[in-house]
Each structure stands twice: as structure tokens, then as C-alpha cells.
């Protein structure tokens, strides 16, 4: 893993944020994502997964909620400034189930930020969306705090990878308008994934994508890509029905990747 001093600075002050708030209950904290996976993007995300034996407090929710909101960077990320943060907290007792979804215990990210600071704080909720964060972790994510991470995180099945691809699908097509950049390249390492059980960064995902679309689209997840990595401008205003119709396409090629067979 490679970040920049100042990264480090913000992994370091969040580690230290869960250890003070959480004390003893903090089993173990993990470092996963793009920082692990294939080195940090410009408009990466540092994501951050800890598990606690007990649930939090009110107490320690509303501290964790206003440190984070301090030590998170505001999206979309400036060159230079604190990068966005995204903490998941998992109780060892709702993993040891197996159940699905999973449930999180707590949970910040940048795309909440207004919520959380007109007052909402964050609450227990299952989502489908995190048995992806468990099994891209279990094969990617490393230690800073606690054993390895095979021995906190359970062993996600195939057959919830699957599921959970399935249920996030219509939620993530729907959040298209104004989110181009990050849906195109989600719909492409989902796609990805299903097709070959593996997870690799949405850039990666983008170059195995491309060359399997028809001119147009690849240009278009290729303009997706290159925004990603900082190359050219995130701007989608004068693409019309161009991006939705890709959107919808990459969709078909995940669904169909999910089929049994």
C-alpha cells in the first residue's frame, strides 16, 4: 500500500478516533477499497471497516459523527485537501449469523453529510450493499488494529455476492442523475465481478469493460474512467440520453452475467 504522507496523516487520525471512542469493545479495524486494491485515485474514497463486540452507545455514536465530519474531506475531493471518508461498523454478533443482508452497526460517508449535518445520526440498518463491502474485504483488505481480517469478517457465499449485486442494481440505476462518473464505473466492476467472482478498482474494471462495448459506449465509460483518475473533467451536461441509455446497458450485462448458467 502506497499513500501520500497526508493520507496517511488522516488513516492515522481515524484509527485513533475509533480506538478513543470505542475503547475495548474495538475488535478490529481494516483498511480496504482503492487504498489496497489498486492505490488511490483522485476521487477515492479512504474506506475504513471496523468490528466491535457490543453495540454503540448514543454517546458514541454522536462522537464518531462529529469527529468524522471534522476529519473527512467534503465531495468531491480537492487536490491537496483531507480525503472523503467512508467508516463502516460491524458487531461481531450480527456477522456470526450469516444472515442477508448484513447488518451494519454504523456507517459514515461523504454522500450523507447534509443528512448528518441537519441532525440525523447514523443508526443500525442491513443493506445489501455491505455483504459486497465483507466479501471484497475478506480477499483485500488489510490490518491496522486486530487479528487478520479472515478471522473477524465471515466468509461471504457466492450465492449473497450474487444476490446483493441483484437488489443494489435498481437502487444504483435510479441514482444515475447527477452521480455519472461513480454509477457508470459501479455498473462496470459489478459486471466485472459477476462475470469472474473477483474485485479489482473501478478503473481496472472500466479497461476490462471497454474493449467488450460498442464504440460509443466505451468512449463514453472511457471519458468515466479518465474522470476518475483526473484526467479530464467530470462533466456530463452535454450528453443527453447518451449516459442513461449506457447505464442501462451495462445493467442488462449484469443481470445477465447473474443469470444461473
Avoid at 487504498?35 to 455514536?61: C, E, F, M, N, Y
Avoid at 474485504?137 to 491496522?144: F, K
Avoid at 450465492?159 to 455519472?180: C, F, I, K, N, Y
Wanted: glycine share 8%.
Amino acid at each position: 500500500m502506497q499513500t501520500a504522507p497526508h493520507q496517511d496523516e488522516q488513516i492515522r487520525s481515524t484509527l485513533a478516533l475509533l480506538r478513543r471512542v470505542l475503547g475495548d469493545a474495538l475488535l478490529g479495524a481494516y483498511l480496504h477499497g482503492s487504498a489496497v486494491s489498486g492505490g488511490l485515485r483522485p476521487q477515492s474514497d479512504i474506506d475504513l471497516l471496523a468490528v466491535v463486540d457490543a453495540g454503540l452507545t448514543a454517546s458514541q455514536r454522536k462522537a464518531l459523527l462529529m469527529n468524522l465530519l471534522r476529519l473527512s474531506g467534503r465531495d468531491p475531493a480537492a487536490a491537496g485537501a483531507p480525503r472523503c471518508l467512508e467508516v463502516t461498523v460491524f458487531c461481531r454478533a450480527d456477522l456470526a449469523g450469516g444472515d442477508y443482508p448484513v447488518q451494519a452497526e454504523f456507517l459514515y460517508g461523504e454522500w450523507l453529510r447534509g443528512a448528518f449535518e441537519d441532525g440525523e445520526i447514523p443508526i443500525p440498518e442491513r443493506d445489501p450493499e455491505y455483504s459486497l463491502i465483507i466479501a471484497q474485504a475478506r480477499q483485500q483488505a488489510i490490518s491496522l488494529l486486530g487479528p487478520a481480517v479472515g478471522e473477524l469478517l465471515p466468509d461471504i457465499s457466492i450465492e449473497h455476492v450474487r444476490q446483493a449485486m441483484r437488489d443494489v442494481l435498481p437502487g444504483l440505476l435510479s441514482g444515475l442523475r447527477g452521480d455519472e462518473r461513480n454509477v457508470l464505473l459501479t455498473l462496470a466492476r459489478m459486471w466485472y465481478t459477476a462475470s469472474t467472482g473477483k474485485f479489482v478498482t473501478k478503473d481496472a474494471a472500466a479497461s476490462w469493460a471497454i474493449p467488450r462495448l460498442p464504440d460509443p459506449d466505451a468512449m463514453m465509460l472511457d471519458h468515466a474512467r479518465r474522470a476518475y483518475l483526473g484526467e479530464v473533467a467530470d462533466d456530463w451536461t452535454n450528453q443527453g440520453d447518451a449516459v442513461p441509455q449506457l447505464a442501462e446497458r451495462l445493467g442488462e450485462f449484469v443481470s445477465n452475467a447473474l443469470r444461473p448458467g
